[in-house]
């Protein structure tokens, strides 16, 4: 069983368009994370939902919104994509607040056309 | 602002070498400080980690040495296999006031090709 599962692995569309990743993890943890990994590989953390709620909110454009529907899902939706939006994004979850240890998906490969 | 510094960015290394990368942090409000290991289509993984009461941490091949007067720490692989060809990633956790779901800070990654 995957601990913590995203999809869809890769996600090819236009620019000016819509889009969701879903992130669901069953390790029962309480803690759910975004990272965005750009072509240099440089990862850069953008939301995290403790509990269903927001704790850290980079400063990351307001067209992108997490949503947390229970503790083992945070999806997160991209409004009016851009080219620049074009990277690798991961979720991750760890058990609490206060736990660094960090499990992650295998990442969603976003191209923005 | 990149509060962890991490070098170099690729790295040769030969089959049975020592494998070592270094990275350095400013904030001393980071109080733990963790390695991951990325391959390619896959989600980086926790590899070894250290909190700034010790000075090393070993594990099987992989060694964390970590110099708090510097504020810096790096990672060892002894015996360095052609399986430990990856991107590894220094982190640092804390750093945000309140406490709560810190996240970590990475570093901007090491590509390392270890050559049979």
């Known amino acids: 069983d995957t601990a913590v599962s995203q999809t869809p692995k890769y996600l090819v569309t236009q620019m000016g368009n819509d889009k969701s990743i879903k992130c669901e993890q069953n390790?029962?943890?309480?803690?759910m994370y975004w990272y965005k990994q750009d072509s240099k590989k440089f990862l850069k953390i953008m939301f995290s939902?403790?509990?269903?709620?927001?704790?850290i909110n980079e400063t990351v454009p307001n067209r992108f919104s997490p949503k947390s529907p229970d503790k083992a899902h945070l999806n997160l939706h991209i409004n009016s994509l851009e080219l620049g939006d074009s990277a690798v994004y991961f979720c991750?979850?760890?058990?609490?607040?206060?736990?660094?240890?960090?499990?992650f998906g295998s990442g969603t490969q976003l191209s923005v056309l | 602002q990149q509060r962890v510094k991490q070098s170099p960015q690729s790295l040769i290394v030969q089959k049975g070498g020592i494998s070592i990368i270094n990275c350095a942090y400013e904030?001393?409000?980071?109080?733990?400080f963790p390695w991951y290991q990325q391959f390619p289509g896959k989600g980086p993984a926790l590899l070894i980690a250290?909190?700034?009461?010790?000075s090393e941490k070993k594990e099987g091949r992989f060694t964390i040495s970590f110099n708090k007067s510097a504020k810096q720490f790096s990672l060892h692989i002894m015996d360095s296999q052609p399986g430990d060809s990856a991107t590894y990633f220094c982190?640092?956790?804390?750093?945000?006031?309140?406490?709560?779901?810190?996240?970590?800070?990475f570093g901007k990654g090491t590509h390392l090709i270890i050559q049979p």
């Open positions: 982190a640092a956790n804390g750093g945000y006031s309140g406490g709560g779901a810190d996240g970590l800070t």
């Open positions: 250290i909190r700034p009461d010790v």
């Open positions: 991750a979850s760890s058990q609490g607040a206060g736990d660094e240890k960090l499990f």
């Open positions: 390790l029962g943890h309480d803690t």
């Open positions: 939902y403790n509990n269903k709620e927001l704790i």
């Open positions: 904030n001393t409000a980071f109080d733990y």
